[in-house]
């Protein structure tokens, strides 16, 4: 495999002025950095113009929830507001060259691993959906406030969102990616899926639970909750190992190490325990495919990577994937030999932060460099690729999204992790033949996710 450096392609990347610092600077964002978010920045901190050939368009902002003329009854699917939409072209094997400088590593080894099936659809790019008002009011409002802690493993003054929203480090970047799931409470039941390179699927069904008391409308910055997000994900498939439970919070202003308490319960033990060491790159889902920290593209303690900004790229990236969440997609359609169904997914170009993670020595890890894409207007991973210990590109990572009309956010929905060398990849977060997603509903406890709580549920 041909190893396309980013530095091949600086042309398409935007340095910015000391953002090559890999340390924690303990400074907030000052007032006087804050007002460019009423200028040349969006509430959020992106730009708000587009670029030079107006493949990127200006933010507008203009939709605040449902879109005008679109009917969406929270539990039912999202519509696509851009469904009359048709690709403008589509990048594949055989023209790759000529959009190689707005393709990541990860994209161009897809194109040529699969040259006669994979290919990318893309589409007029959009910027129309905003979030509200008070949490444009709280970015400015609480960033002055927020500092680093000791190893960048926790935020002092955590804020209800985006707490870096000028970010000069990679640490920064990285903290805005772990608060850009900015949902009170999610629950789902997520189908997923590996398949190997002769079809074989190997099924995975998990019902998850997530719960940001910072997410909700009473944030007070001196109540214990905000500084939590909890977990509990509950195994349904394989049956083998049905009933397992996992439990317990990520800790936001934790100077430890470990920023996630997690317990587990067995359901053929009846016992539920602590397990301080849950994380980094242990197993997770069918088959063990996917690492712990490979959530959201990049998820618990920061402390094994040295953390960088490269700067900021334009780059065909999975945008507005309303289709990609239709009940009229079906697995044995979508999950093809390879890669799933491309003609199913939708890729617009946008600007992204590049945030790089080299494992720190001493260390360990599955992966030695990490590259993940973050999307400027949400902050959000759209894209990852992960290196093995010799440097070589192992696994390249894709990250379906759209804006939930319910809750007034971005929200990640499908994800694909690929194994560049076994031609294996890994499904996630599927909901096509089930229900979506239940977005900002039900009120959830403290209770709920409490290891005491586990064994009743795990009947």
């Known amino acids: 495999m041909k190893h396309h450096t980013l530095g091949k392609r600086l042309g398409a990347v935007f340095l910015l002025s000391g953002a090559l610092a ?56 999202y519509p696509d507001p851009y469904a009359s939409e048709k690709p403008l072209f589509v990048i594949t094997a055989q023209n790759v060259a000529q959009y190689e400088k707005n393709l990541t590593e990860g994209q161009i080894a897809l194109l040529k691993k699969y040259p006669a099936t994979f290919k990318m659809p893309v589409y007029p790019s959009h910027r129309d959906f905003r979030y509200d008002d008070a949490t ?75 719960w940001s008391p910072k997410d909700g409308p009473n944030f007070d910055i001196k109540a214990p909750l905000n500084t939590k997000t909890f977990y509990r994900d509950a195994t349904e498939l394989p049956l083998r190992d049905r009933g397992s439970i996992i439990t317990g919070y990520q800790l936001f202003n934790s100077v430890e190490p470990t920023i996630n308490r997690t317990w587990m319960y067995n359901p053929g033990t009846r016992r539920v325990r602590q397990s301080p060491d849950f994380g980094y790159d242990q197993p997770l889902g069918p088959g063990g495919f996917r690492t712990v920290d490979d959530d959201h593209f990049f998820n618990g303690s920061p402390e094994r990577y040295d953390w960088k900004i490269v700067g900021k790229r334009e780059i065909y990236v999975p945008y507005n994937n309303y289709r990609m969440l239709s009940s009229s997609i079906k697995y044995k359609d979508l999950l093809t030999p390879g890669h799933a169904k491309p003609d199913d997914m939708r890729y617009e170009m946008h600007r992204v932060w590049v945030l790089e993670a080299t494992l720190k020595s001493g260390f360990r890890h599955q992966y030695a460099k990490r590259s993940i894409y973050l999307d400027e207007d949400s902050w ?16 390249t990572n894709i990250q379906a999204n759209l804006y939930a009309y319910d809750a007034q956010r971005f929200y990640p929905i499908s994800v694909f992790f690929h194994d560049l060398v076994s031609g294996a990849y890994m499904a996630d977060r599927l909901t096509n033949e089930g229900k979506p997603p239940q977005l900002n509903g039900e009120r959830l406890t403290e209770a709920y996710f409490a290891p005491d709580a586990l064994r009743s549920s795990g009947n």
Not at 42 to 54: F, S, V
Not at 162 to 187: C, D, H, M, Q, Y
Not at 385 to 395: A, H, K, M, V
């Open 22 to 77: 890999t340390t924690a600077s303990l400074a907030a964002t000052t007032s006087a950095e804050l007002k460019q978010l009423e200028g040349p920045l969006t509430p959020l901190g992106a730009e708000r113009a587009g670029n030079k050939d107006a493949s990127i368009p200006a933010w507008s902002g203009k939709w605040l929830g449902t879109p005008a003329g679109i009917k969406f009854n929270p539990g039912e699917p």
């Open 136 to 210: 444009h009011k709280a970015i400015v409002a609480y960033a002055p406030n927020v500092e680093m802690l000791k190893d960048g493993n926790g935020v002092k003054n955590p804020p209800p969102t985006v707490p870096f929203p000028i970010p000069k480090t990679g640490l920064e970047l990285l903290w805005n990616l772990v608060f850009s799931s900015a949902i009170e409470t999610e629950r789902a039941v997520f189908d997923q899926a590996v398949v190997y390179p002769d079809g074989n699927i190997a099924w995975g069904r998990v019902k998850y639970d997530i």
């Open 380 to 395: 959000y991973a759209v894209l990852a690729d992960n290196y093995d210990t010799r440097g070589r590109l192992w696994r």
